[in-house]
């Protein structure tokens, strides 16, 4: 890869474009967190619930605050977690992986902030729910609250394309990479 060039806009989205020059394969990674139920918190163990997916091993986990995201090779995501109390990020989220669905789409990637998510579909798309009080969600100062998943636009120029997002305690990163 070349030298990444970052501009940030006001909303505390940052753009990341790059110019692809190799391609290296990501190995997937297994499914492994400590289970206080059969084993103590220092010692890894598979987690049952997401060992044997309809749409595969899971490739990707992302966490933050009290949710926690699975992506599967299959691009099916799985969301769990919460605390009793505290309002919940999304209306389904349990404390058990529970597979989502945004508009049908498959899911190429995901991130986990601090009380927000986003996501990248195989198409591309950007959706993003939770809080935005920082402008973490990318739709500008006025949302402090979304409920539901909301797609994002934006404006990306000819031959770029986003193709990973990441989140941080109150902020979010898009990858675009730019093609030509």
Not at 100 to 108: K, R, S, Y
Not at 136 to 158: A, R
Request: negative net charge; charged residues 20%.
């Amino acid at each position: 890869m070349s030298t990444p060039g970052a501009t940030a806009d006001t909303n505390h989205v940052l753009v990341v474009v790059y110019q692809k020059t190799r391609k290296q394969p990501l190995a997937p990674l297994p499914p492994l967190v400590a289970d206080s139920v059969t084993s103590p918190a220092s010692t890894p163990c598979p987690v049952k619930d997401l060992s044997d997916l309809p749409t595969g091993p899971i490739r990707k986990i992302s966490s933050c605050g009290y949710v926690t995201a699975a992506l599967t090779e299959g691009n099916d995501l799985y969301l769990w977690g919460g605390r009793t109390g505290q309002p919940k990020l999304l209306e389904d989220l349990s404390g058990s992986p529970t597979p989502v669905d945004i508009e049908g789409l498959d899911v190429l990637d995901v991130a986990v902030g601090d009380g927000h998510i986003l996501v990248l579909s195989t198409g591309r798309q950007l959706f993003v729910v939770g809080a935005g009080g920082n402008g973490q969600l990318g739709l500008g100062p006025g949302i402090k609250e979304l409920g539901d998943w909301k797609e994002v636009s934006l404006p990306l120029k000819d031959g770029q394309k986003i193709v990973g997002v990441h989140a941080g305690y109150k902020n979010s990163f898009v990858l675009v990479e730019k093609t030509s």
